[in-house]
């Protein structure tokens, strides 16, 4: 065999500044390892540098939603198949030692042995601008957190004017008191610097409240162009809907079937059996704040949808306690929501109905007669502020069935 049509498969142990790559033939010999920039001019240079050995079947990389996430998105490009791998054993690591090449090459055995099969996150469309957005948002509740424990804190040490001023107010009434009190000129100067503190904090949580708005408001318009169905499940608002659509990222095909995004999720039960005794534990791996997505979602609906609430009384009948009932339930929302992630039905859009309603002459007032729902859901959904995919199809189903 020609070296031309030689297989190769890469590793890479990705850095901030640098990228160390291996190379290794189908037998796996390793062939070479060399060092390149992480920038672009680095990703073709290493990318040429694996190909100057052979045909390159599939690359390995370490951190592919940090610093190897640039080098991923270039291999993919020039149609490379690129693998995720985690760090190596670290049994394997104390034995071996530590060194980039080493890593390198255990990246690229990985790639050749199959160890190796995550497909990564493309990183190249809306979900990957809902991350941005995400993770500014979330800097953003912690901040207000912090500033309104901080606020609590202080008027418990304040003077006792100020105290018995502020006891017993919710935490957005002390904001608005706060923030509107003036420099103290006063002579006592544990007072003013009290106001001082309080106000500057107050101004802060302020300032930080409307921040969140503006990202939630930007957050839910990503959410509806990335899928509008997400949306639309029961007990998923856009909070929700951005953790689980990052989770899967911008190719959630990657996902070979509904249990590996139930395992991505954390929710998918562990073998935990040993001889005559047969069970199963929690799983306390996965993305958390996706597990968390599902568990908010399990929540709302034990409140609202009566087939859940119907479901968790079949459960407790059965001796299942609340959390059990939970878990069984993050399973099959998992399941529910990895077809609405993978295969999305077409949702009438709020604005198309609403277009529809007032070319058929009817008021917001007639159609939640008709659909027997208060007129206030009808604005929320033609609005978007709320969706809903049964409340939109049956209102779409009245729409076509009026007369011309």
Known sequence: MTQDRTEIFGGVDTHKNIHVAAAIDAAGRLLDTAEFAADAHGYANLLGWLSSHGRVTRVGVEGTGSYGAGLARHL???DVDVVEVNRPNRQTRRRRGKTDAVDAEAAARAALNGQAAAVPKSADGPVEAI?????????????????????AGLIVTAPEHLKDRLAGHSTASLVETCTRWRPDRSPDHVTAAAKTALRSLARRHQALTG???????????????????????????????????VTAGDNPHRMRNEASFAALCGASPIEASSGATVRHRLNRGGNRQANNALWRIAITRLRVDQRT???AQRRRAQGKTRREIIRCLKRHIAREIYRLLTDPPQTPHGADLRRA????????????????????????????????????????????????
């Not at 941005?132 to 800097?139: F, G, I, P, T």
């Not at 957050?219 to 929700?240: F, I, M």
């Open 76 to 78: 993919a490009t020039a």
């Open 131 to 151: 991350r941005m957005l995400s993770v500014a948002r979330r800097s953003a509740v912690k901040s207000r957190t912090q500033a309104a424990n901080q606020i």
């Open 211 to 245: 921040e969140i708005a503006q990202l939630d408001a930007e957050l839910l318009e990503l959410c509806e162009h990335a899928n509008p169905a997400l949306l639309g499940a029961c007990g998923v608002g856009p909070d929700v809907a951005a953790a689980l659509l």
């Open 309 to 311: 609430i119907d479901y």
């Open 357 to 404: 309603r007032q070319r058929a002459r009817l008021t917001l007032r007639d159609t939640g007669q008709a659909l027997n729902v208060p007129l206030t859901r009808i604005s929320e959904l033609e609005r978007g502020l709320r969706h809903n995919n049964d409340l939109a199809k049956r209102y779409q189903q009245h729409l076509a069935q009026l007369p011309t």
